[in-house]
């Protein structure tokens, strides 16, 4: 709960304090830019959960990782207080490496507690899945009032409050957790774990030392280079690692035929879900600035932050979730396949944009529009992620061959961090387009996809086999 708290609180202020003018407090980043840092950030947070992983299953254990990430976050909330640009960047840095180590092995630790077959499993998940919107129902809420009411660096620091509270009962409730996550896979030999720690330091120095020196360097500008450009450098990166890793899972597996047809499945969803991502995810972008700029916050004379509208989704989600649940249970076998759920899925998502067209060309009159335009869009934007999100991670585990099961949940989220990239490129174009073209453009990506995706369905299926 308390790490969404942190994800959440972030993502509600971050844009808006870089926006913000320097004499309100603010960075007075030009938007290009701060949609630049704001992909980053967000990309990078998905990102970092590849290398968590294997840190936890290789050399720590989930247990410590999780420990470990946690207090770098809370760190990294800490840093923020100080308003500082320095303080700020190194911040940012903490919180990503805090949440790579936190994020996926808390919930392999909620696996762990339950042995095979154990029916108290999903019991267990719907816990810990409610836990995670509770957080991110509440940090907006929190958050927004502190930074926006009162001060931006307030904001920072009261998720780094939450973040120890729970560092504390996660310590103390370490006792009920038994031998979940407590220990590394161990190594297949004596001599292997030893390789290994030797790869570790040299490898681990290396990396250590470059980003040390190439913050350094950035500091004193003996680096000229700037900000906008890391984020480039790192949008390059992505790319190539995509890039990379699909020619290796298609060319260098020795896959069986079904096996095959099942990864070109796998890519069809995926890019599926990339468009979906980099649509959703500008919830805290340009659905952010048009809530503070373009929108009325206000309802019956009471008047709220902006940031409040950030808790709709997951309010949305938590009220939602066992309806669609019901949906499917209830229609059974005549339900959708998954590739026609993600078509559904990027529907709604486009269709929340086509709606803050209308929206948009009102505000284009200098007038700010009421609160129900983006009420709406949420909720189209919700039932969006609750027809794709929970159908494709479920189908990613099934698809994939049993080898390179765990690799494939870690693709799962190499989709969001490209996803949320893409969308903090978009937000770049807020200022420097009118916006209702840009919604429009948005939206129609969003439905022509979701048309593609419905028409695409069938062959996919055959593609998955008996996969449903």
């Not at 836990?131 to 930074?147: C, K, M, Q």
């Not at 560092?167 to 006792?175: D, R």
Request: include cysteine; charge should be positive.
């Amino acid at each position: 709960m308390w790490e969404r708290f942190s994800y959440y609180g972030m993502r509600v202020l971050l844009i808006l304090f870089m926006t913000a003018p320097v004499a309100a407090g603010g960075l007075g980043f030009e938007t290009s830019v701060a949609g630049a840092v704001y992909g980053l950030y967000t990309s990078m947070v998905y990102m970092t959960s590849l290398p968590g992983g294997w840190i936890a299953d290789r050399l720590i254990g989930q247990r410590r990782a999780v420990l470990y990430g946690g207090i770098l976050i809370a760190c990294g909330h800490f840093s923020m207080a100080f308003p500082s640009l320095t303080t700020f960047y190194l911040g940012l840095t903490l919180i990503v490496l805090g949440t790579g180590l936190l994020k996926g092995n808390v919930a392999v630790i909620v696996g762990q507690l339950y042995a095979p077959g154990d029916v108290r499993r999903d019991a267990g998940f719907s816990i810990f899945y409610m836990g995670i919107n509770l957080g991110a129902f509440i940090a907006p809420l929190v958050t927004s009032y502190l930074g926006q009411r009162i001060n931006w660096h307030l904001g920072f620091t009261v998720a780094g409050v939450g973040m120890v509270l729970g560092l504390v009962q996660y310590v103390l409730g370490a006792k009920y957790l038994g031998d979940a996550g407590l220990r590394p896979v161990p190594a297949a030999s004596p001599a292997a774990a030893a390789q290994l720690k030797q790869r570790v330091q040299i490898w681990g120095g290396a990396a250590v030392t470059l980003a040390v020196a190439f913050a350094a360097g950035m500091y004193t500008r003996a680096i000229p280079i700037s900000v906008k450009q890391v984020a480039d450098a790192a949008g390059i990166f992505l790319l190539g690692l995509t890039l990379a890793f699909f020619a290796w899972l298609f060319l260098a597996g020795d896959w069986t035929r079904t096996e095959r047809k099942r990864l070109y499945a796998i890519l069809a969803l995926w890019l599926a879900a990339v468009v979906f991502w980099s649509e959703f995810e500008q919830a805290g972008s340009t659905l952010n600035l048009f809530a503070d700029r373009a929108t009325r916050s206000s309802i019956l004379g009471w008047a709220f932050p902006s940031g409040y509208f950030q808790s709709l989704q997951p309010l949305f989600i938590i009220t939602f979730a066992p309806v669609f649940a019901w949906i499917w249970i209830r229609l059974g076998p005549r339900q959708p396949s998954s590739p026609a759920k993600f078509g559904v899925g990027l529907l709604f998502v486009g269709s929340g944009f086509a709606l803050l067209v209308v929206a948009a060309g009102l505000s284009a009159h200098g007038v700010k529009v009421a609160p129900y335009w983006l009420v709406v869009t949420y909720l189209l934007h919700t039932f969006g992620e609750l027809s794709l999100s929970p159908v494709g991670m479920s189908a990613f585990t099934k698809l994939a061959p049993a080898r390179v099961a765990g690799l494939m949940m870690g693709v799962w989220y190499l989709g969001i961090s490209v996803g949320n990239f893409i969308g903090g490129r978009l937000a770049s174009l807020y200022t420097s387009m009118p916006l209702a073209h840009l919604f429009g453009a948005i939206g129609a990506v969003g439905i022509i996809a979701g048309l593609i995706m419905l028409s695409l369905a069938p062959p996919i299926k055959r593609l998955m086999g008996e996969v449903n």
